[in-house]
C-alpha cells in the first residue's frame, strides 16, 4: 500500500492552462506539506496543512492554492501555467508539524511547453 | 530561512568502501534529517537526529551533529550499489514547523 500517493505521475501541458496535481496520505499523519524541486534537485516548501488547516504559505505566486478537504488529502491548483513552473512537486506528510521525519510521495513532474 | 548545506560534490566509491558527506547550517535548529533520493523517485527519511544529541545509529549509517560547528555529518559503511542515490540533509528550527532543504549530495557505488 503507497503511503503517501500523488497523481499524476507526469504533466505536460501548454502554457496559459490550469492542471491540478492530488495528493492522498493512508498514514493517518495530520500534517501535509508540498515542495516544488528544481532542475538542480533543490528543494523548497510552498504549503503546508494541520488538520486541513493552511499553517505555511511561503512566498508563492496566487496561481499556486492548495486545498484540503480532510487531513487525508492535499491538492495543488495551479492556474495560467507558465514555463517557469516546470518542475518536479512532492507531497509529504509528517505525524505532526515539527520534530518528525516526512514521508514523501514519488513526485508529479510538470512540464509547461 | 534557515538551510541545511551539503558540501557540494559527486562522490564516486566502491562498492564496499565507506560514504562519508557533510552538511552545515547557519542558525540554531531543533533537528536535522538525511533523505535519500534515488532518481526520479521520492525522498526517503533516513535518520532524524536532535539538537541534544550528538550520533546516531540506523543500520550502515551512522549521523554526527555538532551544534557548536553547525556541521553535521552521515556516514555510510559497506556501501552497495544500491546506496547510489542523491542524499540531502534538512533542518528544522523550532516552530518553525517545515523542513529547509540543502542541495544535495550525489553519491555513485561502482559495484
Given amino acids: 500500500d503507497t503511503a503517501v500517493s500523488q497523481t499524476p505521475k507526469y504533466l505536460v501541458t501548454q502554457m496559459g ?37 493552511l499553517i505555511i504559505n511561503e512566498t508563492v505566486p496566487n496561481r499556486f492554492s492548495p486545498k484540503s478537504p480532510d487531513k487525508a488529502h492535499l491538492n495543488l491548483h495551479i492556474n495560467s501555467l507558465e514555463l517557469g513552473d516546470s518542475a518536479v512537486y512532492f507531497c509529504a ?21 | 530561512s534557515q538551510q541545511g548545506e551539503e558540501d557540494p560534490q559527486a562522490l ?18 531543533n533537528n536535522l534529517q538525511w533523505y535519500r533520493q534515488n532518481s526520479g523517485r521520492g ?26 560547528k553547525k556541521s553535521s555529518s552521515l556516514l555510510i559503511t559497506a556501501s552497495r550499489a544500491a546506496d547510489t542515490a542523491s542524499y540531502f540533509c534538512a ?16 553519491v555513485v557505488v561502482i559495484p
Fill in chain 2, 43 to 68: 525522498l526517503v527519511h533516513l535518520i532524524l537526529i536532535r539538537s541534544n544529541e550528538r550520533e546516531k545509529h540506523s543500520g550502515r549509517l551512522r549521523v554526527t551533529l555538532d551544534t557548536s
Fill in chain 1, 17 to 53: 492552462n490550469d492542471k491540478s496535481i492530488k495528493c492522498e496520505q493512508n498514514l493517518g499523519h495530520d500534517t501535509m506539506y508540498w515542495y516544488k524541486q528544481d532542475s538542480k534537485k533543490f528543494l523548497k516548501i510552498m504549503f503546508s496543512y494541520n488538520n486541513k488547516e
Fill in chain 2, 12 to 29: 564516486s566509491i566502491q562498492e564496499g568502501e565507506n560514504a562519508t558527506m557533510n552538511c552545515s547550517y547557519k542558525t540554531s535548529i
Fill in chain 1, 93 to 113: 506528510s509528517s505525524l505532526r508539524a515539527g520534530d518528525y521525519g516526512y514521508t514523501f510521495g514519488s513526485g508529479t513532474r510538470l512540464t509547461v511547453v
Fill in chain 2, 91 to 106: 533542518t528544522e528550527t523550532y516552530g518553525n514547523n517545515r523542513l529547509a532543504f540543502g542541495k544535495g549530495n550525489q
